[in-house]
DNA sequence: TTGACGAATGAACACTCATTCAGTTTGGGC
DNA sequence: GCCCAAACTGAATGAGTGTTCATTCGTCAA
């Protein structure tokens, strides 16, 4: 009964890749404990330098038993690939529900780099190895990072909206946004002797709300920045406390 | 047998690449050969995913030949990847001469953007390959990149002491700017499909400029946005009208 | 207890590819 | 023309890998 049409409801992209074992919720296990291995490998030492081996005794199973849960290794990484970026659309949009669109731009892109922060190597593996895909799996792939772009391009057109920004190129805006964000996983073995991922959110969207606001925007985000300082550790201003450690200054 | 002070006139990094070949003229000569094809090659599909036949066979060698001016196939992408890095640190400074900083600025992150452009699958490149090398060839990769990041920092230095930019940390602002060039290849696959490389240029200038500027450097960039304007086909504007003619120096 | 069947195993297979090296070609000095 | 060292070649080597499949295991209904 719960096995029957339940699998439709799955993501499309997990869909695609075959399995030999019938079970539902055994394939869902099994993959998860398959895709943590691999992730946790491909990041390490790259997809290629990744032995079937290596994640069959990561994962604690076989090497045959992978194979029952996907088709080739390519499979594994396309599984794996899905695996990240679905948790970027998981954990995005959860922590946007204010009524200052600044606000709601600042928790959006916040909560990113943060994620991004958490899984740094995963967040490269897509940059590296999605052209070891075939190409209909690259589009799956492809697409869900469009997806995410969304989330964030909803927040910039609220801006507008509001007439707290200027009527910009939102498309570009979002990437300027989602550069940012990946690129404090990119180039983090020098921003980390450089700065703090605090001061790094911080600066990246002072240019960007500055660069982007009117008048009435820019007092919004002084408005904005006020707050903040009067509460420090807000409740918005999630975690993130114990990493201001480090602190190598320019 | 005679290693001559020749050798040290080269750059450090291709120096620590042995060859059994003495004659450096002939090795200078038959390394770009092979770093040709390889770029090109590791560009398409991928270090892992080319062998060392085919890169002999591209450059029109053995696969023996190869193994006289390098001594493994890593040496070979180290070798590639130090000559994409350093016809980035060739080609930008050579467009910045102008006497108004803001210009200066526009023609150092116009000539990075084009430059990857021209290149797009070699930028790449880094991102992808750059973990595959030993830990003291990647730190060599990584010095270039900061060598490279320095022509950028020093222009917006200038525009800070010109008092046309607030007092902003130039390292995070370069990383934003360098982000944007490279971005115009890591996310080419969309981008081309929403914007043309003009547009992205000002685009992220505009951002960038209006988000840092003081006053009076507004005033400049406004002035320098109407004389561009003035002349759309300027001399500093350079190409980006035809872009079949390529003329690649090397 | 038995039979049946899906799940799990891992040794074996077929193949790929970086690297080596015994041999051939080249060129220039006598 | 002869010689020899340097430059070059490419077949051979052997370590390593993705994938398969004959076999074993675990469970549960009869």
Redesign the pocket.
Known sequence: MKKEGKTSRMRAGRAIVKS????AA?VTK?REQIVTAAIELFAGQGY???????I?RKA??????I???A????DVLFLSLISVLESYKQEIPRRVESADPVESLWSAIDAYVRIIDRRRSAALLSYRSTKSLPRPQRRIVMQLEVDTNDLIAARVRDCVAAGLFRDIDVELAVYQIVLHAHGWALKHWRLAQVTTIEKYIANGFDLLTRGAATPAGLLAYQRFLAERRAIPASTTLVGGRKRGARKIRK
Chains 1, 2 share one sequence.
């Open positions: 030999q074992v019938s079970d055994l099994r290629e330098r990744t032995t079937m081996l290596d069959a604690g199973v076989s090497v045959g038993l194979y029952q849960y088709q080739t290794k390519e």
